[in-house]
């Protein structure tokens, strides 16, 4: 009787091990197929929240932001009153030379400049540089080029330096010397040729690098232009550059600008520009560059036949130290000059040297002196001297300059 009792107990007991088992095995598949159900509805919820226009997320392309300010402490025997009021014989008449650098004897902040650079989408990035001057904000640069074009071309549109000549398109902290070029200063004024336009360049596909330019501006730039009842005008420009052994290397261009000024007349101005670099080490270089600027303004009943040219010599001695000189000088003046009656405005030049310290790559000491003998100063030739010494720090990603 006990044995059977025994057996119906196991017999029992089984059964009941079995429907837990089965109740398990329902209750992971019934989860299983909540797990997928919600995997689609969130695949689903994915595929409309993408934009299908474009394969990439927004999220990966995040602009790069820097902060660039640049300050200086500056010595000149010139009262600042009567050094804002200069003149420059035939090219700048007396309180219209527009100082927007190093204006003041003891200090100055010059500018504090906010540039931005992003990827759009794989055909466009975006580029910003927005000065905030002590009594000013002014758009430096803002504008799109292509990424993608075929045929090793590219389009870029909105407000840029246009590509004229070799330090045009550079901005000011970027250059070897703190004061422009006295040609580009005369021609052009202190932001040169920059105006909102379009551009189009062009690079050969050939082991040689040659790169050709056009651009259609507007033709703010009093100085040499300025006729804005349209645009008026028009840059083109061939670059080239050559490697001559291991360590040399050669740049050069040609350009034209051809635009009409406030007379309603053409305006023409060629450029020449070349650059020698020389490799002598890993972190030493020696490197030449000259720019010789000819223009051709047509008025009224007379036409100014005006030239200039600047050369400078720089060698860095390792990463953190550099010195440099700089010689500018107007080479042809033909135009009126009865304003300037008993003054002589012959040999109009400029001397500069300078040292400089970057203890990073991002900040920079520069110590320089100019004699400069292009002024005129309260209604005389005056031979000014300036000591300055000049701070520039940039923070944040920003981008390499060009040699």
């Known amino acids: ?133 002590p009594d000013e904000f002014e758009i430096g640069e803002a504008y799109v080029q292509t990424t993608s074009l075929p045929y090793s071309l590219r389009v870029r549109a909105g407000k840029f330096k246009s590509h004229f000549g070799r330090i045009n398109s550079q901005h000011q902290h970027s250059w070897n010397f703190d004061s422009q070029p006295i040609i580009y200063k005369s021609l052009f004024g202190p932001d040169a040729i920059s105006d909102p336009g379009i551009q189009l360049q062009w690079v050969a596909p050939t082991d040689t690098y040659i790169m050709a330019g056009v651009e259609a501006l507007q033709g703010t730039n009093g100085r040499s232009f300025g006729d804005t009842e ?85 060698y860095q001695y390792n990463n953190n130290y550099s010195g440099g000189v700089r010689y500018d ?21 400029r001397y500069t040297a300078m040292v400089e310290y970057k203890p990073f790559p991002m900040s920079r000491l520069r110590l320089s002196y100019t004699y400069d003998r292009t002024k005129i100063i309260a209604g005389e030739r005056t031979d000014i001297n300036e000591v300055m010494l000049s701070l520039n720090i940039a923070a944040g990603a920003h981008g390499a300059h060009n040699y």
């Open 329 to 349: 000088l107007i080479t042809k003046n033909d135009t009126d000059l009865s304003a300037y009656s008993g003054i002589d405005s012959d040999n109009l030049d």
């Open 230 to 314: 349209s645009n008026n005008l028009y840059v083109g420009y061939v670059k080239s550059s050559i490697d001559i052994g291991e360590d040399l290397s050669v740049l050069g261009g040609v350009s034209l600008a051809h635009g009409e000024n406030t007379t309603n007349n053409p305006t023409d101005v060629y450029g020449v520009d070349l650059t020698l670099r020389e490799q002598l080490g890993s972190y030493s270089s020696l490197v030449w560059q000259s720019e010789y600027l000819y223009r051709n303004k047509e008025l009224i009943s007379t036409t100014d036949k005006q030239a200039g040219l600047y050369s400078e010599l720089v």
């Open 1 to 133: 009787m006990k044995k059977y009792i025994y057996l119906s107990l196991l017999t029992f007991s089984s059964l009941i091990a079995d429907t837990e088992l089965d109740e398990i095995k329902q209750q992971l598949k019934a989860q299983q197929t909540a797990t997928q159900q919600l995997e689609t509805k969130l695949y689903n919820l994915e595929q409309k929240s993408t934009n299908t226009s474009a394969s990439f997320s927004q999220n990966a392309y995040l602009p790069d932001m820097a902060l660039i300010l640049n300050m200086s402490a500056l010595s000149r025997d010139v009262k600042n009153s009567e050094y804002e009021n200069f003149a420059i014989p035939g090219f700048i008449d007396a309180g219209n030379g527009h100082l927007p650098f190093n204006k003041n004897r003891g200090f100055n902040l010059n500018y504090a400049e906010f540039a931005i650079h992003a990827v759009v989408d794989p055909y466009f990035e975006a580029f910003a540089n927005f000065h905030l001057h």
